[in-house]
């Protein structure tokens, strides 16, 4: 199993460009999620779903969008993007609270974003 | 409104020489404590989940333990891979609008151990 993956790894942008980040896990989990991490603060929610088809806002949704279209996948979008959104995103995912494993998050290994 | 504090912010300890990592918080209602570890350029990896004060977890070298107002990770004679950022965090009974409950993460500590 591959777990959870996001693409691309590094990103440059111009300021108002747009980009799409794609998440994928292959665990068969109902929860997503997509955090930023800057240094000295910590990891924050931007957006999540429980579940295809649901999107919802966490800490700090502006200036993004998200969808899940299917079960396995969670694009997070940032339509003219800003300086304010260098940071490192992290893609997660996790069983549904039935399970008894459903507090522990799987996270994707990071795309490193850079906006000038 | 939730509170996560970590300390130290970083730590260096000779390879065997044991040390204690601390997470306080304030957060009404405790519904969960998690520890994870991050290695450098990867993403968190979970450790433990702690839900009463008093309870205790054990993996390898590490010991996590709870209390009403702090979580200590105990790093008994570490070894060098023991060498990541550990960060912590606590779920509150607060929900978003989407029914998931809100989980604040601390900063972490990262830790060096030399051999």
């Known amino acids: 199993n591959a777990g959870v993956t996001q693409t691309p790894k590094f990103r440059v942008l111009k300021t108002g460009q747009s980009m799409t980040l794609l998440c994928a896990q292959d665990?068969?989990?109902?929860?997503m999620y997509w955090y930023r991490q800057d240094p000295g603060m910590g990891l924050r929610l931007i957006h999540y779903s429980v579940g295809e088809g649901t999107t919802a806002k966490g800490e700090v949704p502006d200036g993004y969008n998200v969808s899940r279209l299917k079960k396995q996948n969670f694009l997070l979008g940032l339509e003219s993007a800003a300086p304010s959104q260098t940071s490192v995103y992290f893609c997660a995912s996790s069983p549904t609270p039935a399970s008894p494993s459903y507090n522990e998050q799987f996270f994707g290994p990071g795309t490193r974003l850079t906006v000038l | 409104e939730d509170q996560v504090t970590q300390s130290p912010e970083a730590l260096r300890l000779q390879e065997g020489e044991s040390s204690s990592l601390n997470c306080s918080y304030t957060?009404?209602?405790?519904?969960?404590l998690f520890w994870y570890r991050q290695d450098p350029g990867k993403g968190p990896e979970f450790l433990f989940t702690?839900?009463?004060a008093g309870e205790e977890k054990e993996k390898e070298r590490l010991k996590a333990t709870l209390t009403k107002k702090e979580s200590f990770l105990h790093i008994t004679a570490p070894k060098p891979e023991d060498s990541a950022t550990y960060l912590c965090?606590?779920?509150?009974?607060?929900?978003?609008?989407?029914?998931?409950?809100?989980?604040?993460f601390g900063t972490g500590t990262k830790l060096q151990v030399i051999p």
């Open positions: 702690l839900y009463s």
């Open positions: 665990m068969n989990h109902e929860y």
């Open positions: 957060v009404s209602g405790l519904r969960g």
């Open positions: 965090a606590v779920q509150a009974p607060r929900t978003y609008s989407g029914g998931y409950q809100k989980v604040t």
